[in-house]
């Protein structure tokens, strides 16, 4: 959460002509959870099928449908109706939707299939990674003309959840004749990529199924020894204007004699066939398996009074590690950090309560009862910012107090770790941490005045819990109104910036950029002329966010005498790779004139 820090109560920044600088300090906070939905849904596979008809072209070729045979490992054909078959697994409709002829429409495809697909897939997104064991065969032509085979084995796809991707295949053309007559050698190619997608070529299509439709359109390949590819058709008087290849390397690898059927050699009739069709895959959703309970605090207030008058609020929900026998329940207290070791004893901390089901009664100075759902309440009275435990002093200002919970009973496991900050402020109820500079110009100010302070006093803005979606973990909150007041004479020009450091944890071990914070100034009451600074959005590592200066609100020269409120929204979109923890940063708000 952010908590604001000033000098003294009242306290203010007068200029004259570039005399004065003031800053605000905010800390902040934003406690994540462990996993983003992106990759939450990520599963392994190993029941995977991958079904796939070729193409429109391979349908009805120019000799009737290419023959698929040969077949081993995990392949098998589905024979559609194009062949007389009755395969109604694999339906595609006909061009436009796919390159599926249209004379064949109100049929099926004839397509091969892969069972027993191992690796990883998203059912939410569709995002896949798997591979098959196994191998078919195709020919375009009759067996008289001795063409040589295209031997397709062991298939992998790899689509990202944007669906960029690629389908790859080990690739072998047979031995046998060109169309000249002439031998042709085995030839082993490798594994070569056959079919790539892009963005938005994922389809979700049911509960473990998705469908992916591949490139084609506008997709250009150079050939040097078969015809040229046409990329001049045009969507006129009900054409498709479809012209494009299949992957650009795949086509440039086969030879000469069925290279043709990869790419566009004309406009229209069954140049509209030649795309590939859709690829199919279907494996079954592992069933949700609640993810364990993350312990989360909420402290009635973090910004306590400095004369140790304060009561604190403790609650706690997910603690169920602490009622599984994991551990022997939960110490909540109040104190320092002290060591490494700091969890594996209550003593140093000013207030511990032992929270556990098996407490009985009320709640005491040193229990608590925890619920069967690891949740629980507890109360401190009068936190004080200095206190002595035996021999040893603890000064807040010296070793930072915060409100910890941990394993009880000297347990070494860390599951239950948490660590939330406290402030001292002084008995106005402002934070006493000072940044005043030092008055750079001697002279008197001139008539009039100009300053700024926080509205409503300075406690604390909460960014919450962060919630993880596919692009970040991401919270928001709100900085408290800013008043400037300018009633200088001469009217000069003035602005108030904001800027943050790095996130991190209380020990400093975790941290994420500053540049993950934006916010959105907005105007109120504005009597003074002046103008909201920009939106700045939550950056990445190559961008800046409010890691650089950024303008919250500022007024031309020669404005009116008055004042403004500003408000700004903050945003925070933390990366993906974030670890669980607590962080905190400073955000220093600097007057210039």
């Excluded at 902040?28 to 796939?52: I, K």
């Excluded at 943050?500 to 959105?520: E, K, M, Y």
């Amino acid at each position: 959460m952010f908590t604001a820090a000033t000098g003294r109560r009242g306290a203010t920044w007068r200029t004259r002509t570039m005399a004065g600088l003031g800053a605000l300090v905010l800390g902040g906070t934003a406690t994540l959870v462990a996993a983003a939905p992106a990759s939450a849904a990520v599963q392994d596979v190993d029941d995977a099928t991958f079904t796939w008809g070729l193409s429109g072209y391979a349908q009805v070729g120019i000799f009737g449908a290419w023959t698929f045979k040969d077949l081993t490992g995990a392949a098998t054909v589905l024979t559609g109706s194009v062949s007389g078959g009755t395969q109604q697994e694999y339906l595609v409709d006909p061009v436009p939707a796919t390159s599926f002829p249209t004379s064949k429409a109100g049929q099926t495809p004839n397509a091969v299939r892969f069972t027993g697909g191992t690796g990883t897939a998203d059912p939410v997104t569709g995002a896949v990674d798997l591979a098959w064991d196994g191998s078919y065969t195709v020919n375009a032509y009759p067996a008289q003309f001795n063409a040589p085979n295209e031997v397709y084995s062991d298939p992998r796809l790899e689509v990202a959840a944007d669906g960029s991707g690629e389908l790859s295949f080990d690739f072998t053309l047979g031995a046998g004749t060109d169309m000249s007559g002439n031998p042709v050698a085995e030839t082993a190619y490798g594994r070569i990529t056959v079919l790539t997608f892009d963005e938005g070529s994922i389809d979700v299509t049911g509960d473990g199924e998705v469908r992916f439709s591949p490139d084609y359109q506008g997709v250009t390949v150079t050939t040097t020894d078969s015809a040229a590819q046409t990329t001049t058709c045009t969507a006129t008087g009900g054409a498709t204007g479809w012209w494009g290849s299949w992957a650009p390397g795949f086509v440039g690898a086969v030879p000469a004699s069925v290279r043709p059927h990869f790419y566009s050699t004309g406009c229209g009739g069954m140049q509209d066939n030649k795309p590939a069709l859709p690829v199919d895959v279907a494996f079954t959703v592992a069933e949700d398996v609640p993810a364990p309970a993350t312990p989360q605090v909420a402290v009635s207030t973090t910004t306590l009074a400095l004369d140790g008058t304060t009561d604190i609020t403790v609650t706690g929900t997910g603690f169920t590690a602490a009622t599984d026998g994991t551990s022997a329940g939960v110490y909540v207290a109040v104190g320092p950090l002290v060591g490494d070791d700091w969890h594996l004893s209550p003593a140093p901390f000013q207030y511990a309560k032992w929270v556990r089901t098996s407490f009985a009664g009320a709640e005491t100075s040193t229990g608590a009862t925890l619920g069967a759902d690891g949740s629980f309440v507890v109360h401190f009275t009068d936190v004080k910012p200095v206190y002595t435990k035996g021999a040893t002093t603890y000064d807040a200002s010296v070793t930072p107090l915060n409100v910890v919970t941990f394993a009880a009973q000297a347990s070494p496991y860390r599951g239950l770790d948490t660590v939330t900050p406290l402030t001292f402020v002084d008995a106005d109820g402002l934070p006493v941490v000072v940044d005043i500079p030092e008055e750079v110009d001697p002279e008197e100010p001139g008539p009039g005045e100009f300053v700024w302070a926080i509205d409503g006093g300075t406690s604390a803005v909460s960014l919450g819990v962060a919630q993880p979606t596919a692009a970040g973990f991401g919270a928001s909150g709100a900085l408290r109104t800013v008043t400037v007041t300018d009633t200088r004479a001469g009217a000069p020009a003035w602005s108030l910036s904001g800027q943050v450091g790095d996130f991190a944890t209380a020990d400093g071990a975790l941290t994420f950029g500053g540049q993950s914070l934006g916010w959105s100034p907005a105007l109120g009451t504005n009597t003074v002329g002046a103008v909201a600074g920009a939106t700045v959005a939550p950056g990445t590592a190559a961008s800046d966010g409010l890691r650089s200066s950024r303008t919250l609100v500022s007024a031309p020269a020669g404005h009116a005498a008055g004042s403004v409120a500003v408000d700004a929204g903050l945003s925070l979109l933390a990366p993906l790779t974030t670890e669980p923890g607590s962080y905190s940063t400073t955000l220093v708000l600097t007057a210039l004139s």
